[in-house]
């Protein structure tokens, strides 16, 4: 059987290296021969996160090259998707794949529709407010992060739905632990478009610092105006995060209330979970899910409940090794690669059978 993996990026890329790649040698060892085409290089990331224009060359030449490779797509008994295959163009690729019977699995760790539904930009919205609808409707699975995700999927009619959250691979987590240091150390990890978030807590900072001192370590993004809030920053490395997540007393994740944030997968949480980290988050989408109160963290929805969180894991060692050891057995069963991957293979095992 022959997968043919149409993804946003290569490996560089956070959604196309933990919903896509990370399943490649399950799927060789069930007998799959994988083709993967990512729509965007490492080259385009690099653009994004240094805050520069994307060269308008390699981005057109991205789009040809696809094109392209969709000449051949009847090769491949399966095309796999990562939420669709042009950005910011009609769905008219993923309806003549339809037309033409190629079937095409479409997965989304994000809430990707609200870029065409709630945009600012009068004439996006009016053309593609309902193109990720026909992107589901055309296809023959629909794999969602979360039930947010899950529930617009039902509503756009899709074929066949399952649910698979975000997972890590636990083998890379598994043998790591914390290096004993005299700082507390409370941690975030995420990229330049997600570091707004912090802004949330950072007027709770500037407070705790009367009560505590503590560092605030930022994994992969740079914060603007943190005033005397102890800041250090670490550069993101596939090979580095999980050492440097472990090294957390605790993580955090701040969210807004808001449409987009409904669709998150709360990646980052798992990954502190996974580290034996206890965590405290918004109660936004999945994180209620992920986030047991008392048992692997805190939910926060306000400066007095992010202090009082903040200053209850500070003050009980106990509290905050019984807290991540919970949360490592519920990744472990729940959102790793070990728990998630067969599930995976079956769901595509049975859309080549139909």
């Known amino acids: 059987m022959k997968l043919l993996f149409l993804t ?119 053309l593609l407010k309902n193109k990720i609808k026909s992107v589901i409707s055309n296809s023959s699975c629909v794999i969602a992060g979360n039930e947010y995700i899950y529930n617009y999927a039902i509503k756009s009619k899709a074929k ?8 890590i691979d636990f083998n890379k987590y598994k043998n790591i632990s914390k290096k004993s240091t005299e700082i507390f150390k409370i941690g975030w990890i995420g990229s330049p478009s997600t570091v707004k978030y912090l802004d949330i807590v950072k007027p709770v900072l500037v407070k705790l610092l009367n009560f505590i001192n503590f560092e605030l370590v930022i994994i992969g993004a740079t914060p603007k105006d943190f005033f005397n809030i102890p800041v250090k920053v670490l550069k993101w490395t596939e090979e580095s995060e999980a050492l ?33 980290v206890p965590v405290i988050c918004s109660p936004i989408g999945v ?11 805190f939910f926060a929805n306000n400066e007095d409940e992010w202090l009082n969180a903040f200053l209850s894991l500070h003050n009980s060692a106990f509290l ?25 293979v079956e769901i595509v095992k049975n859309v080549c059978k139909s």
């Open 8 to 126: 946003r990026y290569d490996n560089f890329g956070a959604s196309s290296r933990m919903r896509f790649i990370q399943y490649f040698e399950i799927l060789r060892i069930n007998g799959y021969e994988i083709t993967l085409s990512p729509l965007l290089n490492s080259h385009y990331l690099d653009s994004i996160y240094s805050k520069k224009n994307p060269s308008y060359k390699l981005i057109i030449y991205s789009y040809l090259k696809r094109a392209l490779l969709l000449t051949k797509a009847n090769e491949f008994d399966l095309i796999i998707i990562e939420k669709e295959i042009f950005p910011w163009f009609p769905s008219w690729a993923e309806k003549l794949l339809s037309v033409f019977n190629i079937k095409y699995l479409v997965d989304f760790d994000d809430a990707i529709f609200h870029n065409y539904d709630l945009n600012n930009n009068y004439v996006i919205k009016k």
């Open 244 to 276: 440097n997540i472990s090294q957390f007393d605790i993580g955090i994740m701040p969210l807004s209330d808001d449409p987009w944030e409904q669709g998150k997968c709360g990646y980052k949480l798992i990954q502190y979970l996974a580290c034996g």
């Open 160 to 167: 066949n739905i399952h649910i698979i959250p975000t997972v």
């Open 287 to 297: 994180n209620k899910e992920i986030v047991e109160t008392g048992k692997n963290g």
């Open 320 to 344: 905050r090794f019984e807290y991540g050891k919970y949360g490592k057995n519920k990744v472990i069963e729940k959102y790793s690669l070990q728990s998630r991957g067969q599930q995976f």
